[in-house]
C-alpha cells in the first residue's frame, strides 16, 4: 500500500516518515500540553478572584464611612471639638463610675467626670468604651468590670508606705482598634504638657481640674493615664490623691501621666480604699454617664 515498504520477513510495516492517524492527532509532549492546560486554568482562577475581590473593595469604600467621618463621629461623641472649630463646647461632657466592692460587699461608687476640652480624645474613648463594656460582645475581656485594683502596702494609707494613688490595670485588651495595640493619639492632636519638679505631666493642669469640679468633694482626686512606662497606651489608670497628699507630693504624683478627669463624687468609698486591709478592692460594675441624662438621672447602657 501507499507509505509502507516490504519487509526483508515478507511483513508490512508503516513507513517511519509518515506518522500514523494517532500520531497526528496527539502531540509527541503530553507532558508539555497538560502543564499548558493547569497554567490556563491558573490564569483563569486568578482573573476571577481579582474580580471578585475588587468588586468587594468598591462594596466597602462606597457603604462604610471614611476615615474623616469616623474620626468626626469620635469628636462628637466625646464633646471634643473638629479641627475646624476651636470654639469650647461641653455639650456631651461625660462622667464615668465605678461601683467598688471589698469581699463582696459594696462600699460604694466613684463617679469621675471627664475634661471638658477632652485633651487625649483616643485614650478617652477607650476608657468610656471599656467602662460601659461596649465591646464584651466581641472581646469579653474588653471590661473593666470584675477587675481588682493594685493592693499591698503600697496602697494602704496606714502601711507607711502609701503611695496616695490607686491603680486599675484592667485586662490589658483595648475597646479600641487592636486590642493589644498600643493607643496613639491622632497625627495632629497637641496634648498639653506641664513642668513639675524637673519633670512634665499631660493633660489637664492640675488647677484646673479643681476648678473644673467646683466643690471639695474630690478633695483633688485626679484620673490619670500613663503616658511612659508600664500600661502606657492600654487599659491602665489611676486615682491619685493629690489634694490630700503631702506638701512635698502633690503634683509630682503626676510625672509622667495624664489628666482626664476629676473625682466628682465618691471621696468616702476612696477613703474606704485606702484605709482598709482585708482585701483588694473590685470593680463589681461600671459605666457612662452623659451630661444631659445626668440632670434626668439616667444611666446610659452601651452594648
Known amino acids: 500500500g501507499r507509505g509502507c515498504h516490504q519487509s526483508p520477513g515478507g511483513m508490512r510495516r508503516p513507513c517511519d516518515s509518515i506518522p500514523s492517524r494517532r500520531e497526528a492527532i496527539m502531540p509527541p509532549n503530553k507532558e508539555g500540553c497538560r502543564r499548558g492546560m493547569a497554567l490556563f486554568l491558573v490564569m483563569i482562577l486568578f482573573i476571577t478572584h481579582a474580580t471578585l475581590f475588587s468588586t468587594c473593595d468598591a462594596f466597602q469604600i462606597t457603604s462604610s464611612p471614611s476615615l474623616l467621618q469616623q474620626k468626626s463621629a469620635i469628636v462628637r461623641t466625646f464633646g471634643q471639638q473638629s479641627n475646624d472649630n476651636n470654639n469650647n463646647n461641653n455639650k456631651g461632657c461625660r462622667r464615668i463610675y465605678f461601683d467598688i466592692s471589698i469581699n463582696n460587699e459594696p462600699i460604694g461608687r466613684l463617679l469621675f467626670r471627664l475634661s471638658p476640652d477632652n485633651p487625649l ?29 493594685d493592693y499591698g502596702r503600697d496602697y494602704i494609707e496606714s502601711a507607711g508606705n502609701y503611695r496616695w494613688s490607686h491603680v486599675l490595670k484592667g485586662k490589658g485588651r483595648n475597646a479600641i482598634g487592636v486590642p493589644t495595640d498600643i493607643l496613639r493619639e491622632e497625627e495632629g492632636v497637641a496634648v498639653p504638657s506641664h513642668s513639675c519638679f524637673g519633670g512634665s505631666y499631660y493633660g489637664s493642669p492640675f488647677v484646673s481640674a479643681q476648678e473644673e469640679d467646683g466643690s471639695d468633694e474630690s478633695a483633688g482626686v485626679c484620673l490619670t493615664v500613663p503616658m511612659s512606662g508600664p500600661g502606657r497606651g492600654s487599659t491602665r489608670l489611676a486615682i491619685v490623691r493629690v489634694g490630700e497628699s503631702p506638701s512635698a507630693w502633690k503634683e509630682r504624683l503626676l510625672l509622667n501621666s495624664a489628666i482626664i478627669g476629676v473625682l466628682e463624687d465618691g471621696l468616702d468609698a476612696l477613703r474606704v480604699m485606702a484605709r482598709q486591709s482585708s482585701g483588694p478592692p473590685v470593680v463589681a460594675a461600671s459605666g457612662v454617664l452623659l451630661e444631659d441624662e445626668m440632670k434626668e438621672g439616667e444611666e446610659v447602657e452601651r452594648d
Open 121 to 149: 480624645p483616643l485614650h478617652t474613648e477607650n476608657i468610656c468604651k471599656l467602662c460601659a463594656s461596649a465591646k464584651t460582645s466581641i472581646d469579653p475581656a474588653a471590661t473593666y468590670v470584675g477587675c481588682a485594683f
